[in-house]
């Protein structure tokens, strides 16, 4: 008897488990895009990443790095030697000059992308205890990728009424826990494009994510090239190999 009751108990927690509304913070697919650098053979939409970089110098360098990344990594995206003189020479980064002393000077094209902060303590400290992520490798860093970081940039929303946010959080529901420290980075006409292209938060998200793709691996491009040339070289000395093992064995009797 006692055994037909704990299953009825198993079977009704089930029951009630399944029945269940979902929580606020369960995963969500990302949703995909489709990025011209995908594949074997994508490339940069070099107008997408130039507005992308807009983007992560006007909103994201107020609080993130690339410590990896230096500024002649640009000639990538399409700018010339000349422009990126001029936004390297816009900022500072410290040195040292002849005598050993600490200095800030214009930064060159071989410089590291400046830091927004000097330590990662200051960083915690100006965002309420959370030391915002490099972005050097942020695609690679992220499962999902480009289509984490642009779901994460566009998920912001009001909380659901159901859920309890912690202070000073904000709700992302593409953001694991869906409490996130950072406020939405992107608002609509955030920037004014150089080109004209309507500043949307979608768009800025996908721009500002093609960017941070190349950034990632700059020689991308170079290294599928390659690949294709290795690839077509291999073929290419297959169907010799076959044409002259044909040719050697064509007389010998089986």
Partial sequence: MMRWVSLAAVAALIGAVAATPARANEEIALPHQNWSF???FGTFDRAAAQRG?????EVCSACHSMKLAYYRDLTGIGLSEA???????????????????????PALPSDHFRSPFANEKAARAANNGAAPP?????????????DYLY????GFSAAP?????????????????????????????????????????????????????YISEPE???????????????????????????????????
Avoid at 53 to 57: E, P
Avoid at 83 to 93: C, G, P
Avoid at 204 to 212: E, G, Q, R, S
């Fill in 38 to 40: 995908a594949g074997p």
């Fill in 53 to 57: 970089f807009q983007v992560y110098k």
């Fill in 83 to 105: 422009q990126i003189a001029a936004v390297a020479a816009s900022v500072t980064v410290p040195d040292t000059d002849d005598d050993g002393a600490a200095i800030d000077r």
């Fill in 134 to 146: 490099d972005l050097s490798l942020i695609i690679k860093a992220r499962d999902g990728g480009a």
């Fill in 151 to 154: 779901a994460l940039l566009t």
């Fill in 161 to 213: 009424s159901t859920m309890k946010m912690g202070d000073g959080m904000n709700y992302n529901k593409y953001y694991p826990g869906n409490q996130i420290g950072m406020v939405a980075p992107l608002s609509e006409g955030r920037v004014t494009y150089a080109d004209g292209t309507p500043a949307s938060v979608n768009q800025m998200a996908k721009d500002v994510t093609t960017f941070l793709a």
């Fill in 220 to 254: 991308t491009e170079m290294r599928k090239a390659l690949g294709v040339k290795v690839v077509l070289f291999f073929l290419l000395m297959t169907c010799v190999t076959y044409a002259v093992k044909r040719k050697i064995w064509a007389d010998v009797d089986h």
